[in-house]
């Protein structure tokens, strides 16, 4: 089955492009993605939640103009493979999720979504060949509003300078900026 515009050879070809291999996750994200695009009717402007960080948000980014870094998609760790598209003013859209009910016939996609057994044990050709067959056929679908208050973005408010590193820094994170209050990521090095 095609993945919006593109063949699923072509849909391997730019999900290895864009996130370095073809990630099963970013496979059938795509074809999630397509599910939740097809039920909005023509022409909404729709934003989008996902509910994991992982290969999820590359499938909405390849294929959606909504990205994490223009706001128009939330990424949520809800650990749950399941994503949204509603429309940005009123909030209803379309939640898809892959349901394990419908993996009966698809051994390997069961297996990985469930983690039945180790990467290193698993058929990755088969695994992409069922995804491809099963297509949209896995997954729930079901109309939702999004209460879109709770994913309005908050203002950094104010910016000040910190006085430890220079840098510019959200005032209201108090004197000093996070880095300097003993949350860094980073080690010292020598210069
Ligand atoms: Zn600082």
Redesign the pocket.
Known sequence: MDIGPYSFEEFLERATAFHGNPAPGLVIGGYMVEVAKSRLSEGTIFDAVVETPKCLPDAVQLLTPCSAGNGWMKVINWGLYALTLYDKYTGKGVRVWLDPARLEAWPEIRAWYLKLKPAKEQDKDRLLEEMRRAGESVFGVRPVRVKIERLKKKSMGTIGI?P??K?G?PSKDGR??R??QGESLYMEMES
């Open positions: 910190c430890i590193c840098e820094y000093v900026c880095k300097c």
